[in-house]
């Protein structure tokens, strides 16, 4: 009697903690959200990704919304777009996230943020 040995292939939804470099977010699939994701497909270093319920907006290092850009492409007033309107059409995101006056600043990783947030990433001892 011989015996049989099967090989299973490698999950692709195994657990990887390696830094992926990226960042990004979900827009509602809604005439706003639709605008945003056509101007974020211009940028360098975007990617969107287009699904029946919502667009995926995925990014290396840093992303950034401007708000002028979007109420432009919008066929509003400079102001139009801002924190608040982008709120209502995000659905969820992923990286660290900083909302200033003019535009929104997606970051891979949070040591690129710091100044942003006050960080002081000088190491100390203990």
């Known amino acids: 009697m011989t ?19 990226k960042c990004g977010f ?26 029946p319920s919502m667009m995926r907006v995925d990014g290396v290092g840093t992303i950034e919304v401007n708000y002028d850009e979007i109420s432009e492409a919008l066929g509003e007033e400079p102001g139009y777009f801002d924190a608040a309107e982008f709120e209502e ?15 929104t600043l ?8 710091a100044d942003y947030l006050g960080f002081d990433l000088t190491p100390t001892s203990t």
Request: net charge negative; charged share 20%; aromatic share 8%.
């Open 3 to 21: 015996t049989q040995q099967f090989k299973t292939t490698e999950s692709p939804f195994k657990a990887n903690n390696t830094a992926s470099n």
């Open 26 to 51: 979900t827009l509602m699939n809604n005439q706003v959200g639709e605008v945003v994701a056509e101007v974020m497909a211009t940028k360098p270093n975007v990617k969107v990704t287009y699904m």
């Open 89 to 103: 059409d995000m659905s969820t995101h992923y990286g660290r996230m900083i909302h200033l006056d003019d535009k």
């Open 106 to 113: 997606f970051f891979a990783n949070p040591e690129d943020a």
